[in-house]
């Protein structure tokens, strides 16, 4: 069982949002421990990017207390110690080899270890295409491998299984795996589990009252 001391994020009664008295994520309280995988799920709505975007100090809290590692999310301190993957993608209109490339020049890593990660996840065939001609499923496994250069405390995963096959859905669960055995803390937001995924915990968060939840 992991102890207090290991916790590697933590919200206390936290309220966060976009726009001033219309929250999105209402007295949220949980903590996410060193060493274990946990899925953040909810109905649509219910603020599960919105509790990303604050993990990752892009988004201040409009009341509550959020640390990461000990810290606030947006001390300078933490960004080396934490990896998050945003549901939005962040890809340059380049090849796959020049934006693995951009990844590894950015990251001051070994260009040729992305590229074994890379081919990896199923990306080598891709290598001389360009992003924008990618499937959903290429691109997120990219993006998975340029947002988790390194190693972390924290990891954080906004929905890395879209479209992605099983082949390579496979491999991601093999790297979160060795992620957590090495002590890192592993967080994500995903619909669907890949069946050989195993989760040490699920936090449920429910849609602020003020607002329903989202069907399809």
């Known amino acids: 069982?992991?102890?207090?001391?290991?916790?590697?994020?933590?919200?206390?009664?936290?309220?966060?949002?976009?726009?001033?008295?219309?929250?999105?994520?209402?007295?949220?309280?949980?903590?996410?421990?060193?060493?274990?995988?946990?899925?953040?799920?909810?109905?649509?709505?219910?603020?599960?990017?919105?509790?990303?975007?604050?993990?990752?100090?892009y988004l201040r809290p409009s009341s509550g207390t959020v640390t990461v590692l000990g810290h606030d999310p947006r001390d300078p301190a933490v960004r080396p110690r934490r990896r998050i993957m945003r549901a939005t993608m962040g890809l340059l209109n380049v090849t796959v080899a020049e934006q693995v490339q951009m990844f590894a020049k950015a990251s001051a890593v070994d260009p040729d270890s992305l590229v074994r990660r890379a081919e990896a996840l199923g990306l080598g065939a891709s290598m001389a295409t360009r992003t924008r001609s990618l499937w959903v499923g290429a691109a997120r496994k990219l993006w998975f491998l340029?947002?988790?250069?390194?190693?972390?405390?924290?990891v954080v995963l906004d929905d890395p299984f879209d479209q992605v096959d099983?082949?390579?859905?496979?491999?991601?669960?093999?790297?979160?795996?060795?992620?957590?055995?090495?002590?890192?803390?592993?967080?994500?937001?995903?619909?669907?589990?890949?069946?050989?995924?195993?989760?040490?915990?699920?936090?449920?968060?429910a849609v602020p009252e003020a607002r329903p939840a989202v069907s399809w």
Request: aromatic share 4%; net charge negative; hydrophobic share 45%.
């Open 146 to 154: 340029g947002s988790t250069i390194g190693r972390a405390d924290l």
């Open 166 to 205: 099983a082949d390579g859905a496979a491999q991601m669960v093999a790297e979160l795996a060795r992620w957590a055995r090495d002590g890192s803390a592993v967080m994500l937001i995903s619909d669907r589990l890949p069946a050989d995924l195993v989760v040490d915990a699920q936090i449920d968060i």
């Open 1 to 57: 069982m992991s102890l207090v001391s290991d916790v590697a994020a933590r919200f206390d009664d936290v309220c966060a949002g976009y726009v001033p008295g219309r929250p999105v994520i209402e007295a949220q309280t949980w903590q996410v421990h060193a060493g274990d995988v946990v899925r953040l799920a909810g109905p649509r709505g219910a603020g599960k990017s919105t509790s990303v975007e604050v993990l990752g100090g």
